[in-house]
């Protein structure tokens, strides 16, 4: 089980909303960034985050 959050956060002057999907249970764990291709954003990007964090990951998919 995972749980998955929309981050907001400021780049370049403008409110740019990222998910952040962390994995169950305490402690330390490797991250992931999960950068977009030209358009943006999208739902391609918020799955991996989602599947990085059933691996174990902490996994953030910036915009």
Not at 14 to 37: F, Q, S, Y
Not at 47 to 60: I, P, Q, S
Request: no cysteine.
């Amino acid at each position: 089980m995972t749980t998955a959050r929309e981050i907001e956060y400021r780049a370049d002057g403008k409110t740019m909303v990222g998910r952040l999907t962390l994995p169950d249970g305490e402690g330390r764990r490797p991250a992931v960034l999960i950068a977009h291709e030209g358009p943006g954003l999208d739902d391609h990007q918020r799955h991996r985050a989602d599947e990085l964090a059933e691996l174990g990951y902490v996994a953030f998919a910036l915009d």
